[in-house]
């Protein structure tokens, strides 16, 4: 709800949160506030099996948005950026298998990128290029700008590592005009 008007605020879209309430002093009051998809997102982790996966998703049918494609891939990020790459695949991975069933494309050109950078960071060169490549032609068929360029960067990166100084500084220089463009 916009502040000024009182009425709801454009393109925020729906949004579900979850509260958690503690009673101090004989009131209650509002301990923890988080998005839904992130508890979902937590839960999905938790879980060992993908028939379990399938089964929260089902029930929770109302929360299985882009939304929670995206907080699949912030945890991930975080994970890998603690050097935790099993877990960040792990998450990367249910965010693609939503992505894919829910028709977010742009989700699942997302998860191939990240998964590309779980390889690239492990020295999997060769698996990293073919998700950064698939994730580049499914960006280039959305138009998605920023994806590309991520993509391209991507591609830079393993091309550094591998040594190919001038491949990787064509897909950096191109990388780059992306961003600067967009």
Avoid: C
């Avoid at 301990?31 to 099996?49: I, Q």
């Amino acid at each position: 709800i916009a502040v000024k008007t009182g009425k709801p605020a454009a393109g925020l879209g729906k949004m579900v949160n979850a509260l958690e309430g503690v009673k101090e002093e004989g009131a209650w009051k509002v301990w923890r506030e988080a998005p839904a998809e992130e508890d979902l997102a937590n839960a999905l982790a938790l879980l060992k099996t993908e028939a379990e996966q399938s089964a929260l998703l089902t029930a929770e049918r109302d929360l299985v948005t882009e939304r929670l494609v995206r907080e699949l891939i912030r945890q991930g990020s975080n994970l890998k950026l603690q050097g935790n790459y099993p877990e960040a695949l792990g998450r990367f991975r249910i965010a693609q298998k939503i992505a894919e069933q829910i028709g977010d494309q742009a989700g699942f050109a997302a998860t191939l990128n990240s998964i590309g950078s779980i390889y690239s960071n492990q020295g999997n060169y060769a698996q990293a290029l073919e998700q950064y490549q698939k994730s580049l032609t499914l960006s280039e068929t959305l138009g998605d700008k920023a994806g590309i360029a991520s993509a391209l960067r991507g591609i830079g990166i393993v091309r550094f590592y591998q040594a190919n100084y001038t491949q990787a500084l064509d897909h950096f220089q191109k990388s780059l005009a992306l961003f600067e463009a967009g």
